[in-house]
């Protein structure tokens, strides 16, 4: 199967935990999407669920096929929530980002009982780091903030470019307001240590490193669909 048919499979699994009732936290990128349409055709059938979105694509995606929605104002505490990532390691810590979302998926999963990360089996990782991490910034003060976090990662014996996403001229801006830089550190050897440096720095609005969030990883490949809990580091 291509890379889009895993992520189907992967996200067909996870919907076996969604149960009638749940106030669901729905993720974003292209694997949650999977998960978006699948999802639609259960409460077409009569699966009842109040689904809160991590982002405004996620939201219109829902609206677009019938998934009822509410916002974390109306429900601020979730029974679940099911979203992709960009790389899993073996204790489920993640990065996440790569749809610009990473805020709002990061509160959303805080609010939640439990979070399932659904993914194919190229996401699987040994150390997070491969994928360029994530890291939402403020508008103001961005040549500072950016200074900031190379002196942070330096310190931790990381390096490599901090891109602002999408460039100087014509930057991402998130559903926040804000910016995104991307971090090619490469290998990440303590992404605990790194997380608390990025939260030391104030300009830093939030990261892509999602430690100790997911209880469960759906992953789809070659040899079928298997699941993952954390494995102890």
């Given at each position: 199967?291509?890379?889009?048919?895993?992520?189907?499979?992967?996200?067909?699994?996870?919907?076996?935990?969604?149960?009638?009732?749940?106030?669901?936290?729905?993720?974003?990128?292209?694997?949650?999407?999977?998960?978006?349409?699948?999802?639609?055709?259960?409460?077409?059938?009569?699966?009842?669920?109040?689904?809160?979105?991590?982002?405004?694509?996620t939201a219109a995606l829902c609206?677009?096929?019938?998934?009822?929605?509410?916002?974390?104002?109306?429900?601020?505490?979730?029974?679940?929530?099911?979203?992709?990532?960009?790389?899993?390691?073996?204790?489920?810590?993640?990065?996440?980002?790569?749809?610009?979302?990473?805020?709002?998926?990061?509160?959303?999963?805080?609010?939640?009982?439990?979070?399932?990360?659904?993914?194919?089996?190229?996401?699987?990782?040994?150390?997070?780091?491969?994928?360029?991490?994530?890291?939402?910034?403020?508008?103001?003060?961005?040549?500072?903030?950016?200074?900031?976090?190379?002196?942070?990662?330096?310190?931790?014996?990381?390096?490599?470019?901090?891109?602002?996403?999408?460039?100087?001229?014509?930057?991402?801006?998130?559903?926040?307001?804000?910016?995104?830089?991307?971090?090619?550190?490469?290998?990440?050897?303590?992404?605990?240590?790194?997380?608390?440096?990025?939260?030391?720095?104030?300009?830093?609005?939030?990261?892509?490193?999602?430690?100790?969030?997911?209880?469960?990883?759906?992953?789809?490949?070659?040899?079928?669909?298997?699941?993952?809990?954390?494995?102890?580091?």
């Open positions: 199967m291509d890379a889009e048919a895993l992520k189907t499979e992967a996200a067909r699994e996870a919907l076996n935990e969604v149960s009638d009732g749940m106030k669901l936290g729905i993720g974003t990128g292209s694997t949650a999407e999977a998960f978006v349409r699948l999802l639609a055709e259960r409460v077409s059938d009569g699966l009842s669920v109040i689904g809160v979105p991590t982002s405004e694509r609206k677009e096929l019938g998934v009822p929605l509410s916002t974390l104002e109306e429900v601020p505490s979730l029974d679940l929530t099911i979203d992709g990532a960009d790389e899993i390691d073996p204790s489920l810590g993640l990065i996440k980002g790569g749809g610009g979302a990473l805020l709002r998926e990061k509160i959303v999963a805080a609010t939640s009982d439990r979070m399932i990360v659904i993914a194919d089996e190229s996401k699987m990782v040994d150390t997070l780091g491969h994928f360029p991490l994530p890291i939402e910034v403020n508008r103001f003060g961005l040549a500072a903030t950016r200074l900031a976090i190379g002196m942070a990662a330096k310190s931790l014996g990381l390096f490599g470019p901090l891109d602002v996403r999408g460039g100087a001229d014509d930057p991402f801006i998130t559903d926040g307001g804000h910016l995104i830089i991307d971090a090619s550190f490469g290998r990440i050897p303590d992404s605990r240590a790194l997380t608390r440096s990025l939260q030391d720095i104030p300009g830093v609005v939030e990261h892509g490193l999602f430690l100790d969030m997911a209880d469960l990883a759906v992953i789809a490949g070659s040899e079928g669909v298997r699941r993952f809990t954390p494995l102890a580091v």
